[in-house]
């Protein structure tokens, strides 16, 4: 026989290391059964057979710097937030034809698995098309390319595309569903169909691509607004639209009056907790206890529930889309939403009062709140050197030479895939003044310049009425974003669109460059022969200065006064567009953008500026208006 002595002093060392082995051994929310995934079971949903609501908040992770995923997720569970929705861009993913991204920020097998390390469960909403203020919603503007492209239809030269992008897409998430042991629960077919539907066989489309290639959670899609929700449909166990027939009214509180679904769950996929702005508006807020109350309200009567957004975030480079009615307009780079977390992830008094709430349907304590990060206002950068547009035209890719205008989306540019976003210029010569008409033909704003004189064009300019001589009509168009929602998804094209005229005759002979100021061209720039800063610097037009951070750097907003119009470098990052009309008069810089010691600060304005950039620790989303 064999007899084991434990010393005294190692009793109570080896008692913990049983307790620990014997809490491992426990039940917990990551140890259930994952024989049986979200289902509807009566009036409530089941999670493993147990009851289970969804307190889910939307965070989108191409909106948040990678090194910030983590921080805005504890967040979310330190809120009582369980479940955890994204979109997934296509556009994003797959910028050309043939090319894929998902890394580094777009790593979304990496998010998934840091929700699912955090503790949250996560409904995935892959689209294709997934609207969420981008640029046309989400869906790449090389389909465009097709003239006869019908987007969200069963056309073939859209479905083909969807196929390929879910082949890539799909494998990735199959493993981390649920019931193999990840946290997506359910995904959702779509996004707003009901609303614009005009094919019936699309949503078929979806949902078996989805099946096919092995996508077994719950599915679910909604279509309708009523007030500020989105409401469900379930059916057969699986979630459907909800059509407008189907519901009395969108006034917010009457819904709750409504039995929409007898002896079904019902889920608000998204509850807004403030809204988006376009620039040239007011910075749109949600008084928190009016949002609130109505978020009370939901839980009292058993529902699920969904906050869109949870952490807004930023539109960071040129993903912004716009809206067409009632006008054509722009999207901000913010994409603060007023949500409950700030877009540098502060707390709100929204968040607060939910905390308290959401405590109350948890049996446990919820988690401390991670602390919040430091905010630093930095000395200005001086920019002392300058280049003007037509100097830095070297360092584009070759021009393409066309007898006519050409969109950007048809430029044969980027591997034949197109222009996706930012600026083209267009150039011909023309030898007398006149009257120059567009018609409806630039999209979206253009400035016009014939030398020497430049001005910002708008409908009609009357030139002087004489000859001129051999002169460059330079325009230079800028896509401002294309519609991110609507029934005019196929007419975004962007640049040049069809002819523009002089005297009434179509020009022609054009010299076209794409201005997308992609990463490879700004590292390019780099390289020209920057001149010193003069007094009166020709626009547009690129400044260049530097920042410099001692020690650890921090979060801090980049702000332009003295400015126009333009888009802002910090070491090569696109940090979006800014404006002088407003609301926002602050770019979010994240600290994991900026290096301890020098960093390039690059800006490309339209019409005038300052000699400096300011580094301020606060933000400025502009006056504020309420939602109504």
């Known amino acids: 026989m064999v007899v084991f002595r434990i010393r005294a002093s190692h009793r109570r060392r080896y008692a913990v290391l049983f307790l620990f082995i014997l809490f491992l051994s426990l039940p917990s929310g990551r140890n259930l059964s994952r024989k049986e995934g979200l289902s509807v079971n009566s009036s409530q949903f089941t999670l493993s057979g147990e009851p289970f609501r969804i307190i889910g908040g939307s965070l989108h992770y191409f909106r948040v710097p990678k090194a910030y995923w983590k921080d805005r997720m504890l967040k979310m569970k330190a809120c009582g937030i369980n479940t955890l929705t994204t979109y997934v861009p296509w556009s994003l993913h797959q910028p050309e034809r043939g090319v894929f991204h998902f890394h580094k920020q777009l790593d979304l097998?990496?998010?998934?698995?840091?929700?699912?390390?955090?503790?949250?469960?996560?409904?995935?909403?892959?689209?294709?098309?997934?609207?969420?203020?981008?640029?046309?919603?989400?869906?790449?503007?090389?389909?465009?390319?097709?003239?006869?492209?019908?987007?969200?239809?069963?056309?073939?030269?859209?479905?083909?595309?969807?196929?390929?992008?879910?082949?890539?897409l799909v494998p990735k998430m199959v493993p981390l569903q649920f019931k193999?042991?990840?946290?997506?629960?359910?995904?959702?077919?779509?996004?707003?169909?009901?609303?614009?539907?005009?094919?019936?066989?699309?949503?078929?489309?979806?949902?078996?691509?989805?099946?096919?290639?092995?996508?077994?959670?719950l599915l679910l899609t909604f279509g309708i607004k009523c007030g500020y929700f989105n409401i469900i449909k379930i059916h057969n166990n699986h979630v459907y639209m909800l059509h407008e027939s189907e519901l009395p009214t969108e006034?917010?509180?009457?819904?709750?009056?409504?039995?929409?679904?007898?002896?079904?769950p019902v889920m608000v996929m998204e509850y807004w907790t403030g809204w988006y702005d376009g620039w040239g508006d007011l910075h749109h807020v949600f008084p928190p206890e009016d949002m609130v109350a109505v978020v009370r309200e939901i839980l009292r009567q058993g529902m699920s529930i969904n906050l869109y957004m949870f952490h807004g975030g930023t539109n960071f480079g040129f993903t912004s889309g716009a809206v067409e009615s009632p006008s054509y307009k722009p999207i901000i780079t913010s994409y603060d939403y007023d949500a409950p977390l700030t877009e540098d992830g502060d707390y709100t008094p929204k968040y607060h009062l939910l905390r308290d709430l959401f405590s109350r349907y948890h049996s446990e304590k919820l988690p401390e709140m991670p602390v919040i990060r430091w905010k630093e206002g930095y000395e200005a950068a001086i920019m002392y050197q300058h280049l003007s547009l037509w100097d830095s035209l070297p360092f584009l890719e070759k021009p393409f030479k066309s007898q006519t205008p050409v969109n950007m989306e048809n430029l044969p540019v980027n591997n034949g895939n197109g222009q996706l976003y930012g600026y083209t210029l267009y150039e011909t010569m023309i030898s007398s003044g006149g009257s120059l008409k567009s018609g409806n033909s630039i999209r979206d704003r253009a400035?016009?310049?014939?030398?020497?004189?430049?001005?910002?064009?708008?409908?009609?300019?009357?030139?002087?009425?004489?000859?001129?001589?051999?002169?460059?009509?330079?325009?230079?168009?800028?896509?401002?974003?294309?519609?991110?929602?609507?029934?005019?998804?196929?007419?975004?094209?962007?640049?040049?669109i069809r002819d523009i005229f002089l005297n009434n005759k179509p020009l022609r002979d054009f010299t076209i460059y794409s201005l997308d100021l992609n990463p490879a061209f700004i590292d390019r720039l780099y390289r020209a022969p920057w001149k010193a800063l003069p007094l009166a610097p020709s626009f547009p037009g690129f400044s260049l200065g530097r920042l410099f951070v001692d020690g650890y750097p921090s979060d801090t907003y980049v702000k332009l006064p003295g400015w126009s119009k333009g888009v802002v470098f910090i070491n090569g990052q696109n940090l979006g567009r800014y404006w002088h009309i407003g609301p926002q008069q602050a770019l979010y810089l994240p600290g994991p953008f900026l290096n301890g010691g020098i960093n390039e600060v690059l800006v490309f304005e339209e019409h005038e500026a300052d000699l400096k950039v300011l580094f301020e620790d606060s933000p400025d989303l502009g006056m504020t208006v309420d939602i109504q």
């Open 447 to 496: 400035i016009v310049s014939i030398f020497p004189d430049s001005i910002l064009f708008i409908g009609v300019f009357q030139f002087k009425t004489e000859e001129l001589g051999e002169r460059t009509l330079s325009l230079l168009v800028e896509n401002c974003g294309r519609v991110h929602y609507g029934k005019t998804l196929d007419l975004q094209r962007k640049g040049l």
């Open 109 to 168: 097998e990496a998010y998934l698995n840091l929700a699912a390390d955090v503790g949250l469960w996560v409904i995935l909403r892959p689209g294709p098309y997934v609207c969420s203020e981008l640029d046309l919603g989400g869906l790449p503007s090389w389909l465009l390319r097709d003239e006869n492209m019908k987007l969200r239809t069963t056309y073939p030269g859209f479905t083909d595309a969807v196929n390929t992008f879910y082949d890539k």
């Open 180 to 217: 193999k042991g990840g946290p997506i629960i359910a995904v959702q077919l779509e996004n707003e169909y009901g609303s614009y539907a005009v094919d019936n066989n699309y949503m078929d489309f979806v949902k078996q691509a989805l099946l096919s290639r092995g996508i077994s959670e």
């Open 251 to 264: 006034n917010k509180h009457s819904f709750f009056a409504f039995n929409l679904q007898p002896k079904k």
